[in-house]
């Protein structure tokens, strides 16, 4: 029934049909100026197409959790005791014939919440790259990922051993390449008995590359952590405090550069305000930024989960999710508004004449 119906609505996508190759940048549109009204007549069609896949998924999910509470609190209990028993014949310290509680309550649970991730696979896989395009002709792909190759020479990247990505955002914008996605940076761990992972940073990365602007050097902008910080940092990336004029930029963020004039252009009152939006908008604790090449990363550290449907619980054509991030992505375009005023020769002229 429900691969029937998204037929109707979305005839050439596969049903779930999981991650694609994401396609070539276009150019996308500054959505800015439209009213959140508006914006949402247009988004309306594929939100209604969701709310009939969420109010079937909800029934299904009222129903089971109907069914495991009964069970889970008869049979939790009975398989708890023989557990126990179990535990108490066998003749070595393996306890391998015993966990028929844990593996059963497990089961139920899954059982119980899979029509929630049915939903949100629907969403992810049918809704989202619709609604992207709707942002603007944004490509949309929930398993892509920005190269590693393009962040490493930003200075800015944790070291990592693993690298995890969802939610991969591409797009032009000014002739400058926009890709945003989610990311999970690990570090392998070891202890006695066994290796592990931590994740190390997570949380949301933008990468935009100019085409046709480079900069002259590698400025990294960041939060104020003081002197023990300043003195890491420079000595880890060969760059220098940089001398900015502005003291309540001194109050909020660190600047290192190997290029102070270039530096005060770039770092300048409005870049930082619209740097500021943009973490208050994504709701990220931290914030780092860099210059480089030309190109100019930012890292948002966030516990928030980006890109998700509302509770299975909350109508899909309720119109907070996709409003916010129309709100988001116009911070993004913002920032490169700011960028497309950087004029590399007024710094090569200013280095001159001091």
Not at 213 to 232: A, Q
Not at 307 to 319: G, H, R
Request: with cysteine; aromatic share 12%; charged share 30%.
């Amino acid at each position: 029934m429900l691969q029937n119906l998204f037929a109707n609505f979305f005839p050439t996508h596969k049903f779930f049909s999981g991650n694609v190759p994401i396609p070539e940048a276009q150019e996308v549109e500054d959505l800015r100026g439209m009213s959140d009204e508006e914006f949402l007549r247009h988004s309306r069609p594929q939100l209604e197409a969701l709310e009939v896949v969420r109010q079937e998924k909800f029934k299904i999910y009222k129903r089971r959790k109907m069914i495991a509470w009964p069970a889970g609190a008869v049979l939790g209990p009975a398989l708890a005791y023989v557990d126990y028993w179990l535990l108490l014949l066998q003749s070595s310290s393996d306890d391998s014939a015993a966990g028929l509680s844990v593996v059963f309550m497990g089961a139920l649970y899954a059982w119980v919440t899979q029509p929630k991730r049915q939903y949100a696979a629907a969403y992810k896989n049918e809704i989202l790259p619709r609604l992207a395009g709707l942002f603007g002709n944004f490509k949309y792909s929930s398993g892509g990922q920005i190269p590693v190759e393009q962040m490493r020479p930003s200075k800015i990247l944790p070291k990592h051993d693993k690298y995890e990505s969802e939610d991969h955002f591409i797009g032009k914008y000014k002739e400058v390449g926009i890709q945003f996605c989610e990311i999970n940076l690990q570090e392998r761990r070891r202890s006695k008995n066994r290796t592990y992972y931590v994740s190390i940073f997570k949380g949301l990365a933008i990468l935009l590359d100019m085409s046709k602007k480079r900069f002259y050097g590698h400025t990294i902008l960041d939060r104020d952590r003081g002197k023990i910080s300043e003195w890491f940092t420079s000595r880890t990336h060969g760059l220098k405090k940089a001398n900015m004029v502005d003291p309540e930029f001194e109050k909020l963020f660190d600047a290192y550069t190997d290029d102070q004039v270039e530096a005060r252009y770039l770092i300048d009152p409005i870049m930082i305000e619209k740097l500021k939006a943009l973490q208050e908008e994504y709701d990220g604790d931290k914030m780092v930024a860099a210059f480089y090449e030309s190109k100019m990363l930012i890292l948002i550290s966030s516990k928030h989960n980006h890109f998700e449907p509302a509770n299975i619980t909350i109508p899909a054509t309720d119109p907070e999710s996709v409003l916010t991030m129309k709100k988001e992505i116009g911070e993004v375009l913002s920032i490169i508004d700011q960028l497309d005023l950087y004029d590399p020769r007024k710094v090569e002229e200013a280095r001159k004449s001091a």
